[in-house]
């Protein structure tokens, strides 16, 4: 008898997650027809009621749409709260601007140590993005301590799927000499495959090596560079 009851209330259980979830993804489906008509404010009211049920996609949506005041009236405290739990399910992309909140002090008490700490979370995941900012705070000591080269297979990682801050942070890694011996033909090498991937940085930096960097140098830092561009040719930092 106890056993059947105990199935019984798990099958009940099962039961109301299903449709939970079922109820979820329709106000999803219903507020993407919303958004499509232009109807903002009703679509806004669908995502929410999705979110609150536990849609993950939802709970990011909701997230951004408070932090960039889309649909809604911006609201950073309320971004970061929705962030939060769709951070605390394992969602990469809410963890990486849940750690950027925390930078920043934006909606949330500043914390360069959480910020490591969610940036560390989605990086772990492949976020590109992630893995350039966890780089960036190993680099400067912030939230976590200081190591040039953790913070140099970070970029690299990065790099090597087309994220241009990582490219370019590369090469101002080997123009100043930081946990590496100075060497400006690959400062220039790695200036160059950002300028090429579309860093205006990038660009400016590579215009002011020119006169710091030997013609050979160049020479060489330009084929290593198309090498480089060649092998990951098809890298693009979608997250």
Do not use: P
């Not at 109807?39 to 990011?60: C, D, V």
């Not at 971004?79 to 909140?101: E, P, V």
């Not at 930081?178 to 300028?195: L, N, P």
């Amino acid at each position: 008898m106890e056993g059947n009851l105990a199935k019984f209330h798990l099958s009940f259980y099962a039961v109301i997650v299903y449709f939970s979830i079922a109820s979820s993804y329709a106000d999803m489906a219903i507020a993407r027809r919303y958004m499509a008509e232009g109807n903002t404010k009703a679509a806004f009211k669908e995502y929410l009621l999705s979110a609150e049920e536990g849609h993950l996609q939802a709970q990011f949506l909701i997230a951004q749409m408070y932090q960039y005041g889309s649909c809604v009236d911006k609201d950073h405290r309320e971004a970061s709260k929705w962030y939060a739990l769709a951070a605390d399910r394992g969602f990469d992309k809410a963890q990486n601007n849940l750690a950027t909140m925390y930078l920043s002090g934006r909606g949330i008490i500043q914390d360069t140590k959480m910020a490591a700490f969610w940036f560390e979370k989605a990086a772990v995941q492949g976020h590109v993005k992630s893995t350039a900012n966890l780089a960036d705070l190993y680099l400067n000591g912030d939230g976590i301590d200081e190591d040039y080269t953790k913070a140099r297979e970070l970029y690299l990682s990065a790099a090597q799927k087309g994220n241009t801050k990582a490219q370019n942070n590369l090469g101002f890694i080997y123009f100043e000499g930081k946990g590496v011996k100075k060497d400006y033909e690959t400062a220039y090498m790695w200036f160059h495959i950002a300028a090429q991937k579309g860093s205006d940085e990038g660009e400016v930096n590579k215009f002011d090596m020119e006169e710091v960097i030997s013609s050979d140098d160049k020479t060489s830092a330009l084929k290593k560079a198309s090498l480089w561009l060649r092998k990951y040719e098809s890298s693009s930092d979608e997250n």
